[in-house]
């Protein structure tokens, strides 16, 4: 701790903050576990899916964006908020056509993890919009199904800012707001499996998909059938 | 003192591939446990067709895609105290409503069972007909999760769900100790 660190409380417990850290990353540092599905470790912040919503002084903001300020008062595991973040990632399943049983990313998808996380094993409440989305088999290593996708923009960030390329863009506004390439299809832009934007971690979903890995570690033994999503964070506290 | 009577149960598969069922029987050796607290009325297990007496607990596997399917479902909620879905098939539509993302054309129906039986590149199909026997029940527009069509009390997820959590709910249902899954519990797969 120096001189310049900010203090502040997540639900009661102390956490130290760099300046400039956002409460998200002060709270991993410190291993409080913050839901999130648009923000990845390394890729920029944007504060778009609101997964990650806490009141700070009983205001709600996006954690993952939001700097961590001295004294603040943060909750973030309460009843009330942990329901606001079950309805958003019930409508992103409500939005999209998601069927887990045929979905290769089932047990690896942090969409489906989150629901397990925020309990959302009960009746559906929203009306689904079943959405007619295309599959873009056309990349001979890559291949996306845009039924899953869930606008988060990890592929864009990474595509632009790791990559270096461009290959996925935002497209339409507002609620047809959508992520396509930059191309007829994917064989049409320069992406490569190799791209940063390709590998299995920056898609939280099945919608960007490596060919011929799919089943490669069978349905139950995946990553979130290891432990609740958040569980390696979480870990760092326990010790 | 009274002597207590066993629980009855009754299952159905709707549209569903029998695979909860199967689920069911991944019970193992604790069915010996369970057939101590109830004894099974209407099922495919025991191959009862209607129901022969009340039942406490209906279980539901796979949600409705035609009129045979509403129809059973219905009877199942008229004659069950508490209706369980098991499996994501019973829960949300499951594989089977995959047709549903797919039907916006203005003829959705025909066109699905046109590309099933007729255009689509894999078929061989001799006769070039779609099935239409009197006797087929008729397909819905959509295929419709349970609780769209009647109110149903608890949903078992899983595709399917594991014998463990089956039996752990239906022990907890029939001990009045069920409080919900274990978050570790919840699987859509
Ligand atoms: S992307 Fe995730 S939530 Fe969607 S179908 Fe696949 S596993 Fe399920
Ligand atoms: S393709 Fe994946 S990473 Fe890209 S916006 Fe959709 S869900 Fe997010
Ligand atoms: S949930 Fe899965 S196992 Fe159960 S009936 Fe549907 S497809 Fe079969
Ligand atoms: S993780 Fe903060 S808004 Fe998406």
């Keep these: 701790m120096t001189d310049q660190d900010i203090t502040f409380t997540i639900d009661g417990v102390a956490i130290t903050a760099k300046p400039g850290q956002t409460i998200m990353e002060a709270a991993d540092d410190a291993g409080v576990y913050i839901p999130r599905l648009c923000d990845h470790e390394g890729l920029r912040h944007q504060g778009g899916c609101r997964v990650c919503t806490v009141k700070a002084n009983g205001r709600s903001v996006a954690a993952c964006t939001q700097p961590a300020a001295p004294g603040q008062t943060v909750e973030n595991e309460t009843p009330h908020i942990n329901k606001l973040r079950r309805d958003l990632v019930e409508m992103l399943f409500h939005e999209g056509n998601h069927l887990c049983p045929i979905c290769e990313a089932s047990g690896n998808c942090e969409l489906q993890a989150m629901a397990y996380r925020l309990e959302m094993g009960e009746p559906t409440k929203f009306p689904y919009l079943e959405p007619s989305r295309a599959l873009d088999a056309s990349h001979h290593d890559i291949a996306l199904d845009t039924n899953r996708c869930i606008s988060c923009g990890r592929c864009i960030r990474a595509s632009k800012d790791v990559d270096g390329k461009g290959v996925f863009g935002y497209v339409g506004r507002g609620i047809h707001r959508r992520v396509a390439v930059n191309g007829e299809d994917l064989a049409h832009t320069d992406a490569d499996a190799s791209d940063h934007a390709m590998s299995d971690e920056v898609c939280p979903v099945g919608c960007i998909i490596r060919k011929r890995v799919g089943f490669a570690t069978p349905i139950g033994e995946r990553e979130f059938d290891k432990g609740l999503i958040g569980y390696e964070i979480e870990g760092k506290r326990r010790g | ?189």
Excluded: W
């Design chain 2, 1 to 189: 003192m009274a002597e207590l009577r066993k629980a009855r149960i009754a299952t159905a598969s709707l549209a569903g591939c029998f695979g909860c069922h199967m689920a069911i029987l991944d019970i193992d050796e604790r069915l010996m446990e369970l057939m101590k607290l109830v004894e099974v009325d209407r099922s495919p297990l025991t191959d009862i067709k209607r129901f022969t007496k009340r039942c406490d607990i209906g279980i539901i596997e796979g949600g409705c895609c035609n009129e045979e399917n509403v129809h059973v479902l219905r009877d199942f909620r008229r004659n069950c105290d508490v209706l369980i879905s098991i499996g994501q098939c019973a829960i949300m539509g499951g594989l089977p409503a995959m047709r549903n993302a797919i039907m916006h054309s203005d003829a959705p129906l025909r066109e699905c069972l046109e590309e099933a039986y007729i255009t689509g590149r894999y078929i061989r199909n001799t006769t070039h007909d779609i099935p239409n026997d009197p006797a087929l029940p008729l397909l819905l527009d959509e295929v419709y999760p349970c609780s769209d069509v009647v109110e149903i009390d608890y949903q078992i997820p899983g595709c399917a769900p594991t014998g463990d959590v089956i039996y752990e709910t239906l022990a907890g249902l029939l001990a009045g100790k069920f409080h919900g899954f274990d978050r570790m519990h919840i699987k859509f797969d």
